[in-house]
């Protein structure tokens, strides 16, 4: 099995908090679109991605801001791939949007689409950090939203929300995770506001315009992310990810469990277990290689086995269902096992790991510090 990502780079501004790539070059989207069906049909050309692409069973369009995309666009990019990759109905088909662009003729129109689920990012119900972010949208249209793809059939909704902005106080999130309750989503992302390198905010912090906000305040945020999530009946199946029971992204588990996927647009990346690469980083230059014939690859990586092991300490580790100890010695060895358990020891002695059925998980003590338990299994 395999997972198909496609990157939609156009955004009609930047928010100031982003660190993916994106540009606001719209009027590319057309040649950008045609140039990402030839990336994939350049890619069925060869036998070992052929076999990838005709197990792909997750199609997730992402961004950037896919729903810059015009309906016809989409239309055009979805037949492209249901050529290589097979009938996209059975398969879980996502596309994230922005609030403001899901009219109703929009939203409409995705249902009439393979699209069988939306990912919206929310971030927050108040319009003045909305401001701070430079979202397009209010809080009052992340509501309508969701109204508008109910009403068109779509009933598989994910948003995303962010906490610890500076001078965000515990009551303001609590308000937030309570907005986002009353929408019934089938799925809810949270993330810490995090300061990417060479972003507007990271600027703002290092000139001190803004303060970030205290890490005990954030980690209050997130125990009550939990607790609030939890017992409005989501399961908290991934570190910063909740699904209502049966409505996990497949797409982002294929990540998190070793599947391969393919990546196709600019700065896209892709993994087929033993190789990492990724594409160019600029829509010009992804369009201009594509045009000439060339595959679009910025660079590749060959995958050690010690990086494999760390690439699976990391992912698996941040699910509910953790990391298998049988399969570590499966695939890396009765060395690299002892190496985890003698590395796991101290955490399991302080609580912050725990093992039942064979797989070591983190317990809630552990989610908090969860990046430094990861770094003492990692082997790198």
């Known amino acids: 099995m395999a997972a198909l990502y496609v990157h939609i780079p156009f955004c009609r501004s930047r928010c100031i908090y982003c660190g993916f790539y994106s540009t606001t070059l719209t009027q590319l989207a057309a040649e950008y ?15 070992c991605y052929r076999r990838l692409l005709q197990s792909v069973r997750t199609v997730y369009i992402g961004g950037g801001t896919p729903s810059q995309l015009s309906p016809a666009l989409l239309d055009r990019l979805f037949g492209a791939i249901a050529q290589v990759c097979g009938p996209l109905a059975p398969m879980e088909v996502t596309i994230e949007c922005n609030p403001d662009d899901l009219t109703e003729a929009y939203a409409a129109s995705l249902a009439r689409l393979p699209v069988n689920r939306v990912s919206m990012g929310a971030q927050t119900f108040s319009d003045r950090r909305l401001r701070f972010l430079h ?36 009551p303001e999130w609590e308000t937030d995770i309570s907005e986002a309750l009353a929408l019934q989503v089938e799925h809810i992302s949270a993330y810490s506001l995090m300061t990417e390198p060479g972003t507007p905010l990271s600027r703002m912090i290092s000139e001190g315009e803004v303060k970030e906000i205290d890490e005990e305040l954030s980690l209050s945020m997130y125990q009550m992310l939990i607790d609030r999530l939890t017992a409005a009946g989501y399961e908290h199946y991934e570190i910063s990810n909740f699904a209502r029971p049966g409505r996990q992204s497949r797409h982002n588990s294929s990540y998190w469990d070793g599947t391969p996927y393919i990546g196709l647009g600019a700065a896209a990346h892709s993994y087929d277990v033993d190789t990492r690469w990724w594409n160019v980083s600029d829509v010009r230059h992804y369009i201009s290689r594509i045009t000439s014939g060339e595959r679009p690859v910025e660079e590749r990586e060959q995958l050690s086995p010690a990086t494999r092991y760390d690439d699976a300490v990391v992912t698996a580790l941040r699910t509910r269902r953790g990391l298998s100890i049988h ?17 796991a020891l101290p955490h399991l002695q302080a609580g912050r790991l725990t093992v039942a059925d064979g797989r070591l998980r983190l317990t809630r003590l552990g989610l908090f510090v969860s990046d430094s338990v990861m770094a003492d299994l990692m082997f790198v």
């Open 327 to 343: 399969e570590v010695e499966e695939r890396f060895g009765s060395s690299m096992k002892d190496y985890l358990m003698a590395n």
């Open 135 to 170: 979202r397009r949208h209010n809080a009052r249209q992340v509501g309508q939203a969701v109204q508008r793809l109910r009403a068109a059939g779509i009933s598989n909704i994910s948003i995303d929300l962010m906490f610890g902005f500076p001078g965000e106080t515990l």
């Open 33 to 47: 679109v045609d140039a990402v069906c030839t990336e994939l049909n350049m890619l069925a050309a060869d036998p």
